[in-house]
């Protein structure tokens, strides 16, 4: 039997061999993804801020007031209402409109520069139009209605008219919070930001595409329900960014129900954003309530979607701001709850909450600039590569924390594996101690009544620490679960040494025997008698039995 045994181990060991070679592998794989996109990240960051046009130099002058009785020509003589921006960004904040006065430098106002010049409004994500209003050739003022076309992500592009008289000329912004970065090109230059801002996009949406991808075969592999969320989570995120860009509306004309729903997808993000803390951070097991009232916020905000997705062109305007309002609210208890998650998992010692942690903290000062950027409280231009480039940190940032997450299973199954096989050899050493046993039993070399006490012991020999004589009875000193314990045995130490041998235990003395594996220390009792030092247990050394000792020590 202990044969057979024996045989069946080198089978074990080489699946664990491909096992720890296919985990390995995995490993490797999930680092260089991240690191090539990081790379990547490094790369856009770089094209963004280095290599994307300017566009021309001009002056901008935003209306301090909102002279909507006005007409154009009496716009132009109240100059005094118009004060000047700094910068090329403008935000409408809780007004409903904007006038803006415009003035290309002077070095660029011959007729062939202006016709060849193209002005381009990249706005957030707001269906309004922009009106541009000029001085002619014939001296009389012209109007020009200007929407955003899927084509270029709904930003505002028009080529400045040819019968152009002046080189100033005026826009009308209309929606609340609408925010705007303005660009004058000429012909290369626009094209130049179209490639750069098209190649940039690509970079984004690929690393989503490749990610999602990524993590959804993980899931299929290890079935690991963090991977199937985190799958989840980077899918509605870059529909939550094609949708905000317009990339939706241009990719699926036809598909109406689709456009205009960034809301509504945002929404679902949350929910799969709340999907993913669950199971990365293990939140059911740090706090079942904190776990059931994570599932409540998912469920109303679903709730709520739903309903504006079947029954929002019914409902009044009034109600469809209460449901908006809610929907806020309920994202940000979300929010607090993963949050108060990933501080629960830290304080308990979880290597990946470091990583959530990190990523959240993140995410709530980006989404606090956002808000407080569309709430024109602060001036700060928080465009959509800006939002890219920090969406992609976060989620290297998660990628980081789930590479952790599957490097602590690997080592736990590691030192699962380790003490398998520590038991695996244990029952194999036992079974050959009790066939070799049985053998000296059968040959009478051991008493065979004695057969029921020596059984005791088998399983752990190796652990024993020594073994005192009472009489002809005698107990047995072994360590258990790192304890001290105790067995009584109703036969001699020379039966013991006959039955198991010297591998496992030799006599110090004529009442003590010791197991020899263990770690010793000889310490002088007086001039002539010694002691054995065994885990602070002192026992007496015979004289006849010190060179023995000395030996092992």
């Not at 076309?149 to 709904?154: E, G, I, S, V």
């Not at 036809?254 to 993913?276: C, D, P, Q, R, Y």
């Not at 940190?393 to 602590?408: P, T």
Request: charged share 15%; proline share 3%.
């Amino acid at each position: 039997m202990a044969v057979q045994h024996l045989n069946i181990l080198p089978n074990i060991k080489n699946q664990r061999f491909y096992q720890k070679a296919k985990s390995a592998s995995i490993l490797q794989v999930q680092l260089i993804v991240i690191a090539l996109v990081l790379c990547l990240c490094v790369f856009m960051v770089i094209q963004t801020t280095s290599t994307m046009p300017e566009g021309r130099k001009f002056t901008i002058a935003a209306a301090s007031l909102s002279p909507s009785t006005l007409t154009i020509e009496e716009l132009v003589l109240a100059k005094e209402i118009f004060k000047p921006i700094s910068d090329n960004y403008v935000n409408l904040g809780n007004r409903s409109q904007l006038w803006l006065k415009l003035t290309i430098d002077k070095s660029l106002t011959n007729v062939d520069q202006v016709n060849n010049m193209i002005l381009v409004l990249k706005k957030n994500r707001i269906h309004t139009p922009m009106e541009l209003h000029y001085l002619a050739t014939n001296n009389t003022w012209q109007k020009q209605v200007v929407s955003g076309n899927p084509q270029f992500q709904h930003n505002i592009i028009t080529r400045l008219p040819n019968d152009m008289l002046s080189d100033t000329f005026y826009l009308k912004l209309q929606g609340r919070y609408l925010r705007s970065s303005l660009f004058v090109f000429n012909n290369d230059e626009f094209f130049e930001d179209i490639k750069y801002s098209t190649f940039f996009s690509g970079l984004f949406f690929g690393m989503l595409a490749l990610f999602t991808c990524y993590h959804l075969m993980l899931y299929l592999r290890l079935k690991e329900p963090s991977y199937l969320a985190y799958s989840a989570m980077l899918f509605l995120l870059g529909v939550w960014f094609l949708s905000g860009q317009g990339w939706l509306e241009y990719l699926l004309p036809n598909m109406s129900s689709l456009h205009h729903k960034t809301v509504l997808i945002g929404a679902l993000l949350m929910v799969a954003i709340a999907e993913f803390a669950k199971h990365y951070l293990k939140i059911k097991t740090l706090s079942l309530r904190l776990y059931k009232g994570l599932t409540l916020t998912q469920l109303l905000l679903l709730f709520i979607v739903v309903t504006k997705f079947t029954l929002g062109d019914f409902l009044p305007e009034q109600l469809y701001q209460i449901g908006y309002g809610i929907g806020l609210f309920v994202s940000f208890i979300i929010f607090v709850g993963c949050f108060t998650a990933a501080i629960l998992a830290v304080k308990k010692q979880l290597t990946a909450a470091w990583y959530y942690l990190t990523a959240t903290l993140m995410f709530f000062i980006v989404a606090s600039i956002m808000g407080l950027s569309a709430g024109n409280i602060i001036s700060f231009n928080f465009s959509w590569p800006l939002l890219q480039i920090t969406s992609t940190i976060e989620i290297i940032i998660f990628s980081a924390g789930l590479v952790s997450i599957y490097y602590r299973q690997q080592q736990n199954e590691l030192i699962v594996e380790q003490q398998l096989k520590q038991t695996q050899l244990k029952l194999v050493k036992a079974l050959e101690i009790s066939n070799n046993l049985k053998d000296k039993i059968l040959n009478n070399v051991v008493d065979h009544k004695l057969f029921p006490e020596l059984a005791k012991v088998t399983d752990f020999l190796a652990d024993i620490i020594y073994v005192q004589a009472l009489g002809n009875d005698c107990v047995v000193v072994y360590t258990k679960n790192n304890r001290k314990a105790k067995i009584a045995l109703r036969c001699n130490l020379q039966s013991l040494l006959d039955s198991f041998g010297n591998e496992y235990l030799i006599r110090v003395h004529k009442s003590y025997l010791v197991n020899p594996q263990q770690l010793m220390l000889l310490q002088r009792r007086t001039s002539a008698d010694y002691d054995v030092n065994i885990l602070s247990e002192l026992i007496p050394v015979g004289r006849k039995h010190l060179n023995q000792i000395k030996a092992l020590v």
